[in-house]
């Protein structure tokens, strides 16, 4: 079992930046690629970015690329979106999600989910 609790959500102005935490624990996630995913109201969840199991390698959804960081910790289960420049069209619920692959993370394939926190940025 995995339990991932975000956290860093809230409501800022656009332009503004906010930073995510993800705190995972429970199998060692260390050793899988982690995520995060965003789900506007009455918009299908989309991925935003991800992060390899040994950092190496990261992805960006094309609407955020040169405005969000995705890192790690130096404590390897916390896991980080910086996000930058925000428009109102970030606003959404922002999910920490994994799953077995090493990689990346595939929504088809996530097995386990955070709760979920909302950022609302205000035109």
């Known amino acids: 079992q995995v339990q991932l609790q975000e956290s860093g959500g809230g409501l800022v102005q656009a332009g503004d930046s906010l930073r995510l935490s993800c705190t995972a624990s429970?199998?060692?996630?260390?050793?899988?690629?982690m995520g995060w995913f965003r789900q506007a109201p009455g918009k299908e969840r989309e991925f935003v970015a991800d992060?390899?199991?040994?950092?190496?390698?990261?992805s960006y959804t094309d609407s955020v690329k040169g405005r969000f960081t995705i890192s790690r910790g130096t404590r390897r289960s916390m896991v980080y979106l910086q996000m930058n420049s925000l428009k109102p069209e970030d606003t959404a619920v922002y999910f920490c999600?994994?799953?077995?692959?090493?990689?990346?993370?595939?929504?088809?394939?996530?097995?386990?989910w955070g709760q979920g926190t909302q950022v609302t940025v205000s035109s």
């Open positions: 999600a994994t799953n077995s692959l090493m990689g990346s993370v595939r929504l088809s394939r996530v097995d386990y």
């Open positions: 429970g199998r060692s996630v260390t050793a899988y690629a």
């Open positions: 992060i390899s199991w040994d950092d190496k390698s990261t």
